[in-house]
């Protein structure tokens, strides 16, 4: 009997089934959707159109990327995925269909899903460059090259005056702080220059 751990879960219970996707997780931080999980489901032909044993939700936190909620959401299958099997195996438990209803099919993400575009508000910028973390990383461009963006939330003003949208603002020890399209500063930690490796901003 095959099982897979499905990542991200039903939305709501058995009755959303969440992104139908070949990237959920990256979809999920990209949405700024606040809560995901995971699932154990006995597969079928279908794209995770499978019955369900069971269902776990999690909080996506405003610090969480793709990376860090992928590693969260395996842990958690890895635990729940062992608790599953004894209880099938004793009849405890049986697979429950999933609704048709609230499906989101979410297509693969392309390079242009990843390019800042600095007009754009803070959190939505925040998202997309979390989203892209690890990988494959935002972009935007820099003196004629193409910087990738890694680690970023949207942080307040605190006294800074309005810029340009893309103008970096303070550059300090731990982050650059760079002008958006809105009311919000674009807080990013890490960079990656080309043929370079990710690093720190304090270390560039």
């Avoid at 700024?32 to 597969?43: A, F, H, L, R």
């Avoid at 803070?122 to 494959?136: N, R, S, Y």
């Amino acid at each position: 009997m095959p099982f897979s751990t499905v990542l991200p879960v039903l939305g709501q219970a058995l009755t959303e089934r969440g992104y139908e996707a070949p990237t959920p997780v990256q979809a999920a931080v990209l949405a700024g959707d606040k809560e995901t999980g995971i699932g154990i489901m006995k597969m079928d032909e279908g794209l995770d159109t499978g019955p369900v044993y069971l269902t776990e939700r999690l909080p996506i936190r405003p610090e969480d990327s793709s990376g860090s909620l992928a590693e969260s959401l395996s842990l958690r299958g890895a635990i729940l995925l062992d608790e599953c099997i004894p209880k099938i195996v004793r009849g405890e438990i049986s697979a429950i269909p999933q609704s048709d209803s609230g499906v989101t099919y979410a297509g693969k993400l392309t390079p242009a899903d990843f390019q800042i575009d600095w007009t754009k508000d803070a959190t939505v910028l925040a998202q997309q460059i979390q989203a892209g973390t690890p990988f494959p990383g935002a972009r935007s461009m820099y003196e004629q090259e193409v910087v990738k963006l890694f680690s970023a939330r949207a942080v307040a003003p605190l006294g800074h005056k309005p810029a340009p949208a893309g103008t970096v603002v303070e550059c300090n020890k731990r982050e650059l702080l760079i002008a958006t399209g809105g009311n919000m500063l674009l807080s990013v930690a890490e960079l990656q220059f080309p043929n370079r490796k990710r690093l720190p901003v304090a270390e560039i």
